[in-house]
């Protein structure tokens, strides 16, 4: 298995709902990330964890709350999200160790109305 | 910090033309370099990589040479097809976890 699962790939949710994105792996990977990525832009980095805990937060808002509860998945628990949060949310992995390359997922397309 | 720069697109050929995207980078110590590529509506797949000075990176007709002197990642291709259209992406990695993506180049093959 070489792929990274998200689910669901479309979601749409108001500003006062509660919902989660998925991720899986099972490449043995034990960095897993967040991304947010814009229409026309790169990929921007929100959450970095390695060996299930969380390394790096780029500083983004608590109404994001990522989750790893093991190796293999990685959630993100979304709350009081604001229309400017709209965006295609991907999740990546690669083993520890610079040079290895991520695996992406395909993305959850979110907008929030 | 670290950076990726390349070049803006969009870039619209013909079927066989070939193809080159420029990428150069600024960054501290030895970092992996990387090619992406993003297909409408989807994630990004890793095209190639390499990881120290001289590599050369190849897949499905694309390649890249890692050039140290000229800080460099230039993406060639010899022949492109329509099914070459997409976005591609850039990066560098110089630590354990961060990828620096460049801004992006959409690329357009006309049949």
């Known amino acids: 298995d070489t792929e990274v699962t998200q689910t669901p790939k479309h979601l749409v949710m108001g500003m006062t709902n509660k919902k989660s994105l998925k991720c899986e792996q099972h490449?043995?990977?034990?960095?897993m990330y967040w991304y947010k990525q814009k229409a026309k832009k790169p990929p921007e980095l929100m959450f970095v964890?390695?060996?299930?805990?969380?390394?790096i937060n780029e500083s983004v808002p608590s109404r994001f709350s990522p989750e790893c509860p093991n190796s293999s998945l990685l959630n993100l628990h979304l709350h009081a999200l604001q229309p400017e949060d709209s965006a295609l949310y991907l999740c990546?992995?690669?083993?520890?160790?610079?040079?290895?390359?991520?695996?992406f997922g395909s993305g959850t397309r979110l907008t929030v109305v | 910090g670290d950076s990726v720069t390349q070049m803006e697109g969009p870039v619209t050929l013909s079927e066989e033309a070939f193809l080159t995207i420029n990428c150069t980078y600024t960054?501290?110590?030895?970092?992996?370099l990387f090619w992406y590529v993003q297909y409408p509506g989807e994630g990004l797949q890793l095209l190639l990589k390499?990881?120290?000075?001289?590599d050369k990176g190849s897949n499905k007709g694309f390649e890249a040479t890692y050039r140290k002197e000229t800080t460099s990642f230039h993406l060639e291709k010899g022949s492109v097809q329509v099914s070459d259209s997409a976005v591609y992406f850039c990066?560098?990695?110089?630590?354990?976890?961060?990828?620096?993506f460049g801004a992006g180049t959409t690329v357009t093959v006309r049949a």
């Open positions: 390499a990881t120290k000075a001289d």
């Open positions: 990066a560098l990695s110089a630590n354990d976890y961060k990828l620096s």
């Open positions: 490449m043995g990977h034990r960095a």
């Open positions: 960054a501290t110590g030895y970092p992996s």
């Open positions: 990546a992995s690669s083993p520890i160790g610079q040079g290895r390359g991520y695996t």
């Open positions: 964890y390695s060996y299930e805990k969380l390394s």
